[in-house]
């Protein structure tokens, strides 16, 4: 396993991520994506949006983010979407008091304290009300991480939207808040899209957009941030048969992350222990990361909660008439909801590799799937004279019409190798003596590293063939 430093060290270096407002000191919990992470961003969300809506059952969707402020009252959002939040009244620190529990139990567990852990755990489970925490951290005597004493104010519940006013006037009037889930604009469009769509229960509407929480502790990278993208899919079904549709998208889901390359011993399913005020099955498809398992999408089955709350604060029907039974109905809803850059995040993890190629060499490669790399392939003069450049620029200009591609004249061809692995390149093409002569060009695979000699005419076909496979 590879420390998070590592992978946050290439993807800087490399022009993955870089800290936002960076000259000015960062800000945190929000990340810039450069040339290459915009790509890898990009390859994600393209995925995604093909395996969602090349089916015939679902239409897509891009709602604003700015929403009406009764969507928010409807959705539970105003009184319900918030952690539990302690400080710490000598060090100023502010925990949010189950994560704070959670890694108490965890140094329980390491001092092989189960019986207490257990208990502790127990508890934690069952809490609910700020006192409860509270509770729980006095009784165990839990200290700040930082300055080691348990000088605490209360817990308090801590709302995570972003607030903002529209319009000219900052009063309570104007108060509009950051969606803080896309999936709220599927919802109070679902009548538009069923009927413009002229779909059928069941159907699903799948967006992808940004979502702001402001979370109280942003850490381990792109995991937790305040910024970040959504990829939300929310399918509309007959009520009585959302837990067949539960079951399908879970198997989906989990099968789209092995599809591009996820090693499926890097992931696990979460049951909710706790279900959310709205859902009746939940489950979350967890990612090994080098701090531990974490979610990166979650199957949640949503009852018919979010319609129904939207129609009676709205007063207008979001019923599903059945043109056959003429049966009508609030349709229960089973979303599936990832983050794009915790995907990102969990790709950079998985594909990151330091291999021996032998004689005493080493190199770094991430092993990303063709369709994810951010560069497809990288085109190399072996020498900067002799016709090669000229040639080689030619045939990088032709395939960068059609994908991403480099050209890399610098350093000997082992060194742009490195290069090229280092960020994903599936192939490099090196054109040399035998081109100028014969017309033939060396392919070399970044996983195998082996090399193959084609002719330069079959160049395109035969990246065309690989990169779709
Ligand atoms: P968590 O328990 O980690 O806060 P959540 O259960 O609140 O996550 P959901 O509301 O289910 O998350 O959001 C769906 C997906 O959105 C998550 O699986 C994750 O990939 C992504 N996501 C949620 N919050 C964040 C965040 N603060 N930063 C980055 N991605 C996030």
Partial sequence: MFKLDTII????????????SEIYGGINGCWDYGPLGVELLLNIKKIWWHEMTSRTNIEGLDASILMHPKVWEASGHLTQFSDPMIDNKISKARYRADNLIEDFIEKLRKKN???????CEQRLEHAQEPS?????IMDYGINDPVSGNADWTEVRNFNLMFKTFI?????????????????????????????CGRQKIPFGIAQIGKAFRNEINTKNFLFRTREFEQMEMQFFVKPGEEKEWFDYWKEQRWNWYVKYGMKPEKLRWKEHEKLAHYANYAVDIEFEFPFGFGEIEGIHSRTDFDLSAHQKLSGKKLEYIDANTKERYTPYVVETSGGVSRGLMAFLCNAYDEEDTGEGDKRTV????????????AVFPLV???????????????????FKVQYDVSGAIGRRYRRQDEIGTPYCVTIDGD???????????????QQEKINADNLKMYLFDKLHK
């Fill in 435 to 449: 081109t100028m002569s014969d017309n033939t060009v060396t392919i070399r695979d970044r996983d195998t590293m």
């Fill in 113 to 119: 304290k189960n019986d207490l852990a257990d208990e």
């Fill in 167 to 195: 319009g000219p006037l900052d009063d309570a009037a104007s108060t509009i808040y950051l969606r803080p889930e896309s999936a709220q604009g599927i919802f109070v469009n679902f009548k538009n899209v069923m009927e």
């Fill in 384 to 402: 900067n004279k002799d016709g090669m450049p000229e040639k080689a620029q030619a045939i990088y200009e032709d395939l960068q019409k059609y």
């Fill in 366 to 377: 991430l092993h990303l799937h063709n369709s994810l790399a951010p560069i497809k392939c």
């Fill in 132 to 136: 409860d925490y509270y509770k729980i």
């Fill in 9 to 20: 060290s290439l993807a800087k270096r490399r022009g993955f991520v870089f800290q936002s």
